[in-house]
């Protein structure tokens, strides 16, 4: 009996400091933290365009852009909105093509300039298109 008593004590204490380890190294630090911006903009009633392939993050060297939403403010008005991410050194007036594919591989080309994004460096991007099949992208590159 008092050999079941002492495992149980050991298994015990064993599970208590793996639990104690594993919440020190989840722990989150401070330095770690980024300063994350979200898209806000009143978009409830209107027609959206928000594929999966236009929120996952797609890069071209150091500058990613990821959370794109489409959506069509008024007639002969689409709202391109997404978040620039600056992975590497600073820049400076440097002009972004973004291709929209949509309807078997066809594409819509806005280009979008870059006035300053420091390294590490998080802004909104907003463009405006007057094409309706903006509406219909599925996926999009950066060139």
């Known amino acids: ?15 208590l400091i793996t639990i ?18 979200t898209i806000t903009k009143n978009i409830i009633g209107k027609e959206i365009n928000n594929n999966r392939g236009l929120n996952s993050e797609h890069c071209m060297d150091n500058i990613c852009i990821s959370q ?4 069509k403010e008024k007639e002969g008005n689409i709202q391109v909105l997404g978040i ?3 992975k590497g050194k600073n820049i400076n007036n440097k002009i972004i093509n973004i291709n929209f594919i949509y309807n078997d591989e066809k594409t819509i080309n806005l280009k979008y300039k870059i006035k300053e994004l420091k390294k590490q460096e998080q802004i909104k991007l907003q463009l405006k298109s007057n094409n309706e099949e903006l509406l219909q992208v599925v996926d999009y590159d950066i060139k």
Not at 1 to 8: E, G, S, V
Request: no cysteine; net charge positive.
């Open 1 to 15: 009996m008092k050999i079941n008593k002492t495992i149980l004590i050991l298994v015990l204490s064993i599970l």
């Open 20 to 37: 104690g380890i594993l919440l020190i190294i989840n722990v989150p630090k401070e330095k770690e933290k980024v300063k994350e911006i």
């Open 68 to 71: 794109m939403i489409i959506y």
């Open 84 to 86: 620039l991410n600056n």
